[in-house]
């Protein structure tokens, strides 16, 4: 090779090295225009029907966005905990197809929208033939009680062994709110009855109802919860530990899922908005998903009437916007 040759090959790496740089700028630019923007909006309440929920800080607020080589972008609260509530129901979606693949989700749990509040019994009711989804309370728990293993303990070691290899750190139960629950979870052990009367359950219901519960009382921080969803932007693998979590397959029937029910009743109307699968928690978490790209976190636990906090999705939907991250904005080649 010449040295003029050389000499290009070392311009060209250069330019493409500043360019990188410039546009992680950007990034990092616009998440804390972001927590700027909405750092002092007053609306929503901390979830109260989990009597330790009402007890986290409201002003907790907290953007963290990972992309697929691992690079972290932040502002704000990263490290304050909540507990990950509803989130984990993407998670231990993956986890069951990655074990046993799409269609035992189809056939046993289902994939429609309910149009419904989380803890619908009507919706239950009303797709008992159709099926529901694991991304509300019934067939999150007929999802939790799908995990491989022979005993509740086999089941729930899977879970936290999975959901930590997401967040690539041990994820620990915060005990308060999971005895909290535990004491006041009426209608989610008569949604579990109710399952198994109608042969849609396949664990023991109390049990796969307890596992459900601790499930939901994970902790996690906003960085840990960006790069959950990052490591399903990326197909599955931890761009933060490299290490393969669950199957692209998985990732690829647990995204439609999430884009369909991830934030309730009000899942049509975010998707409308950001082009994006997302996953909220009555935590005040709240999770998007850019494939092949980003995934993006906030915690902020006022929450709005459907239970998705209200900080987050608007934090999100700045951002998608700012960095054109609605994945069905195409830009025609001519
Ligand atoms: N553990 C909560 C419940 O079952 C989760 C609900 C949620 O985050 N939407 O009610």
């Not at 909405?38 to 953007?63: C, H, M, R, T, W």
């Not at 750190?169 to 009426?186: C, H, K, T, W």
């Not at 693998?237 to 884009?259: C, H, Q």
């Amino acid at each position: 090779m010449n040295i003029q040759k050389t000499l290009l090959i070392f311009l060209l790496w250069g330019v493409s090295f500043y360019s990188i740089a410039q546009s992680q700028q950007a990034i990092q630019q616009v998440v804390e225009q972001a927590y700027q923007e909405f750092k002092d909006v007053q609306e929503g309440k901390n979830a109260d029907y989990i009597k330790e929920l009402a007890k986290v800080d409201p002003s907790i607020f907290g953007i963290v966005m990972v992309d697929i080589d691992g690079n972290i972008y932040s502002a704000g609260d990263n490290f304050s905990q909540v507990s990950i509530q509803s989130v984990s129901k993407a998670f231990v979606l993956s986890l069951v197809l990655n074990e046993s693949g799409p269609e035992v989700i189809k056939n046993k749990v289902g994939a429609n929208a309910t149009g419904f509040p989380f803890n619908s019994i009507i919706a239950m009711e009303i797709n008992r033939e159709s099926g529901i989804n694991s991304m509300v309370n019934a067939g999150a728990i007929a999802t939790t009680s799908l995990v491989n293993g022979a005993t509740a303990d086999d089941k729930w070691n899977a879970i936290v062994k999975k959901l930590s290899e997401f967040a690539g750190r041990p994820l620990e139960v915060d005990e308060p709110v999971y005895i909290s629950e535990a004491g006041d979870n009426q209608r989610n052990v008569a949604q579990a009855q109710l399952l198994k009367a109608y042969d849609k359950i396949y664990f023991d219901a109390d049990q796969s109802v307890d596992i459900y519960t601790r499930q939901c009382a994970l902790s996690v921080h906003a960085r840990d919860l960006a790069i959950m969803a990052a490591t399903l932007a990326s197909g599955g693998k931890n761009p933060i530990t490299n290490s393969r979590v669950v199957s692209t397959e998985a990732v690829s029937y647990t995204l439609p899922v999430m884009a369909t029910a991830g934030l309730y009743e009000n899942s049509g109307k975010w998707l409308y908005q950001t082009g994006l699968p997302g996953k909220s928690g009555v935590g005040g978490a709240l999770i998007a998903v850019v494939p092949g790209k980003f995934g993006i976190a906030v915690v902020s636990p006022p929450l709005d009437e459907a239970g998705n906090s209200v900080k987050g999705q608007l934090a999100i939907n700045y951002i998608v916007e700012k960095l054109n991250l609605n994945p069905y904005l195409v830009e025609s080649g001519n």
